[in-house]
Protein backbone atom coordinates (compact mmCIF):
# COMPACT_ATOMS: atom_id res chain seq x y z
CA UNK A 1 0.00 0.00 0.00
CA UNK A 2 1.43 3.69 -0.62
CA UNK A 3 1.66 5.91 2.03
CA UNK A 4 1.96 9.77 0.53
CA UNK A 5 3.94 12.51 2.77
CA UNK A 6 3.01 16.49 1.47
CA UNK A 7 5.47 19.21 1.77
CA UNK A 8 6.18 22.99 0.42
CA UNK A 9 2.82 24.41 1.80
CA UNK A 10 3.59 28.02 3.55
CA UNK A 11 2.51 31.54 3.94
CA UNK A 12 2.88 33.32 0.86
CA UNK A 13 1.41 36.96 -0.76
CA UNK A 14 -0.63 36.93 -3.35
CA UNK A 15 1.39 36.61 -6.63
CA UNK A 16 3.91 34.52 -5.73
CA UNK A 17 4.78 30.98 -5.78
CA UNK A 18 4.88 27.70 -4.01
CA UNK A 19 5.77 24.42 -5.26
CA UNK A 20 4.53 21.26 -3.45
CA UNK A 21 5.51 17.74 -3.55
CA UNK A 22 4.02 14.33 -2.70
CA UNK A 23 6.57 11.75 -1.87
CA UNK A 24 5.25 8.10 -2.18
CA UNK A 25 6.49 5.08 -0.26
CA UNK A 26 5.53 1.29 -0.41
CA UNK A 27 5.19 1.83 -4.26
CA UNK A 28 6.25 3.13 -7.03
CA UNK A 29 4.66 6.50 -8.53
CA UNK A 30 4.99 4.96 -12.09
CA UNK A 31 1.75 2.24 -11.04
CA UNK A 32 -0.36 5.16 -10.28
CA UNK A 33 -2.36 8.14 -11.51
CA UNK A 34 -2.20 10.87 -8.79
CA UNK A 35 -3.53 14.03 -8.24
CA UNK A 36 -3.76 17.28 -6.16
CA UNK A 37 -7.08 18.46 -4.48
CA UNK A 38 -7.85 21.33 -2.02
CA UNK A 39 -9.88 21.87 0.77
CA UNK A 40 -10.97 24.55 2.55
CA UNK A 41 -12.62 25.09 5.62
CA UNK A 42 -16.39 24.80 5.09
CA UNK A 43 -15.97 23.74 1.78
CA UNK A 44 -16.05 20.44 -0.28
CA UNK A 45 -12.68 18.67 -1.28
CA UNK A 46 -12.16 19.71 -4.67
CA UNK A 47 -9.80 18.81 -7.60
CA UNK A 48 -7.10 20.71 -8.23
CA UNK A 49 -4.69 18.67 -11.03
CA UNK A 50 -4.31 15.07 -12.19
CA UNK A 51 -2.02 13.45 -14.36
CA UNK A 52 -2.57 9.63 -15.52
CA UNK A 53 -0.26 6.92 -15.26
CA UNK A 54 1.43 7.42 -18.70
CA UNK A 55 1.84 11.11 -17.81
CA UNK A 56 0.33 11.79 -20.95
CA UNK A 57 -3.01 13.27 -20.04
CA UNK A 58 -3.06 16.15 -17.16
CA UNK A 59 -6.12 17.92 -15.93
CA UNK A 60 -6.80 21.50 -14.60
CA UNK A 61 -9.49 23.10 -12.67
CA UNK A 62 -10.87 26.27 -14.51
CA UNK A 63 -9.62 27.79 -11.56
CA UNK A 64 -5.82 27.15 -11.77
CA UNK A 65 -5.89 26.62 -15.39
CA UNK A 66 -2.72 28.61 -16.93
CA UNK A 67 -1.13 28.53 -12.62
CA UNK A 68 -0.63 25.93 -11.98
CA UNK A 69 1.13 22.48 -13.26
CA UNK A 70 1.36 19.47 -12.09
CA UNK A 71 4.52 16.89 -12.92
CA UNK A 72 5.84 13.63 -11.65
CA UNK A 73 9.28 12.54 -10.98
CA UNK A 74 8.97 8.69 -11.39
CA UNK A 75 12.66 8.55 -10.64
CA UNK A 76 12.07 10.42 -7.44
CA UNK A 77 9.08 8.48 -6.73
CA UNK A 78 7.56 12.16 -6.43
CA UNK A 79 4.33 14.32 -7.25
CA UNK A 80 4.79 17.93 -7.67
CA UNK A 81 2.47 20.91 -7.85
CA UNK A 82 4.06 24.00 -9.12
CA UNK A 83 2.09 27.22 -8.37
CA UNK A 84 2.16 30.73 -9.95
CA UNK A 85 0.30 33.60 -9.57
CA UNK A 86 -0.88 32.80 -6.41
CA UNK A 87 -4.66 34.54 -5.46
CA UNK A 88 -6.48 34.79 -2.04
CA UNK A 89 -9.14 32.18 -3.24
CA UNK A 90 -5.83 29.17 -3.42
CA UNK A 91 -5.64 29.43 0.61
CA UNK A 92 -6.81 25.74 1.60
CA UNK A 93 -5.28 22.30 2.90
CA UNK A 94 -3.72 20.97 -0.45
CA UNK A 95 -3.66 17.03 -0.46
CA UNK A 96 -2.35 14.41 -2.88
CA UNK A 97 -3.71 11.33 -3.44
CA UNK A 98 -3.16 8.35 -5.75
CA UNK A 99 -4.70 5.41 -7.67
CA UNK A 100 -3.87 2.33 -9.34
CA UNK A 101 -6.38 3.41 -12.45
CA UNK A 102 -4.71 2.79 -16.01
CA UNK A 103 -6.76 5.56 -17.88
CA UNK A 104 -7.26 9.26 -17.26
CA UNK A 105 -11.41 9.30 -16.74
CA UNK A 106 -12.55 10.49 -13.73
CA UNK A 107 -8.93 11.24 -12.45
CA UNK A 108 -10.52 14.39 -11.31
CA UNK A 109 -13.16 12.93 -9.15
CA UNK A 110 -12.22 13.02 -5.41
CA UNK A 111 -13.57 9.19 -5.17
CA UNK A 112 -11.63 7.64 -7.46
CA UNK A 113 -8.41 7.98 -5.15
CA UNK A 114 -8.01 5.23 -2.23
CA UNK A 115 -4.59 6.31 -1.05
CA UNK A 116 -4.48 10.22 0.31
CA UNK A 117 -1.54 12.02 2.20
CA UNK A 118 -2.21 14.26 5.32
CA UNK A 119 -2.18 17.35 3.33
CA UNK A 120 0.01 20.78 3.39
CA UNK A 121 -1.74 24.07 4.64
CA UNK A 122 -1.66 27.20 2.04
CA UNK A 123 -2.03 30.16 3.09
CA UNK A 124 -1.87 33.43 0.40
CA UNK A 125 -2.33 36.91 2.22
CA UNK A 126 -4.06 39.39 -0.17
Known amino acids: QVQLVESGGGLVQAGGSLRLSCAASGGSTSNYRMGWFRQAPGKEREAVAA????????YYADSVRGRFTISRDNAKNTLYLQMNSLKFEDTADYLCAADSGTSAWGMESPQAYPYWGQGTQVTVSS
Open 51 to 58: ISRSGRST
